[in-house]
């Protein structure tokens, strides 16, 4: 589910998007304590997750970053 969406200032840069992800308590405690495993973010542990999941199951897939014109 989008979020919100921020445009970086200046022509012809990607977009920063922020995102809101639903998720049920155990897949929480899991990001939670996957991050302070690894001492990172638990962007950067859902980041590499879902990465990793559509790197899987969805190879074909490519990111599509959108010019500000």
């Given amino acids: 589910m989008l979020n919100g969406v921020k445009a970086q200032s200046g022509a012809h840069q990607r977009q920063e998007r922020t ?4 998720a ?15 001492q990172v973010r638990p962007s950067v542990v859902i980041r590499e997750a879902v990465g990793e999941y559509l790197g899987n199951h969805h190879a074909d897939l490519r990111p599509v970053y959108e010019d500000k014109d």
């Fill in 24 to 38: 049920t308590t155990e897949l929480a405690d899991w990001v939670l304590a996957s991050a302070d495993y690894e």
């Fill in 19 to 22: 995102w809101c992800v639903r």
